[in-house]
């Protein structure tokens, strides 16, 4: 089944511990892409990736990092996580960088809350 | 800058009664639409989508959505809302000047009472 895969879904931490959520989608999509959600804010791009060893930062990329070592993966590293990082994260992806419509193929979310 | 919209933040309707959820975009180039949904504790669902073409189009659970280029307008509607149409809605635009980037609108949640 074509999907993309965050984990984990729910966690619960403290400020400063570093965190990682991981993603992998199996569609062999060139562009991934992360977002959070807030209520009232709809969803903001925190960075994106055209392809391996290529990121940028979306809209809201301060106090994370990503990398892209692996076409299937893109992690979402939170190195010292702070109360207002607490949010919903959506991992997403699609087939090509360029030449596309911008249609996503979203992960089910994973619920971060930062004590 | 590009932005999107959607002027309601809730919507209640009741079981049966029809629904429209607006959406407005900026910008001037042709843009690609979408409108989304969350259900309650689920991760984003694609409802419809607009590329070119006809600008009634059609999607899935009964939804439908028209573009109106002149008012910059991709508002979403269904004639007849059942229970659990409930939900958070969020319309979506990309611009191929943009490298195809999808922004979100803050979302419309819709409340359906019996």
């Known amino acids: 089944e074509a999907q993309v895969t965050q984990n984990p879904r729910y966690l619960i931490t403290v400020t400063g511990k570093k965190l990682t959520v991981t993603c992998s989608q199996n569609m062999n999509h060139e562009y991934m892409s992360w977002y959070r959600q807030d209520p009232g804010l709809g969803l903001r791009q925190i960075y994106y990736?055209?392809?391996?060893?290529?990121?940028d930062k979306g809209d809201v990329p301060e106090g994370y990092k990503v990398s892209r070592k692996e076409k299937r993966n893109f992690p979402l590293i939170l190195e010292s996580p702070s109360p207002n990082q607490t949010s919903l994260y959506f991992c997403?992806?699609?087939?090509?960088?360029?030449?596309?419509?911008?249609?996503?193929?979203f992960g089910e979310g994973s619920r971060l809350t930062v004590l | 800058a590009q932005s999107v919209t959607q002027p309601d933040i809730h919507i209640t309707v009741s079981e049966g009664a029809s629904l429209e959820l607006r959406c407005n975009y900026s910008?001037?180039?042709?843009?690609?639409l979408f409108w989304y949904v969350q259900s309650p504790g689920q991760g984003l669902q694609l409802l419809l989508k607009?590329?070119?073409?006809?600008?009634l189009v059609q999607g899935i659970k009964g939804f439908e959505a028209e573009f109106k280029r002149s008012q910059s307008s991709f508002n979403l509607r269904k004639p007849s809302v059942h229970w659990s149409d409930a939900a958070e809605y969020f319309c979506?635009?990309?611009?191929?000047?943009?490298?195809?980037?999808?922004?979100f609108g803050a979302g419309t949640t819709v409340t359906v009472r019996a």
């Open positions: 979506a635009v990309s611009w191929r000047s943009n490298d195809y980037k999808l922004s």
């Open positions: 910008y001037g180039a042709t843009p690609y």
């Open positions: 997403a992806s699609r087939p090509h960088a360029g030449g596309n419509t911008g249609e996503l193929f």
């Open positions: 607009y590329f070119s073409g006809d600008t």
């Open positions: 990736s055209m392809n391996v060893e290529a990121t």
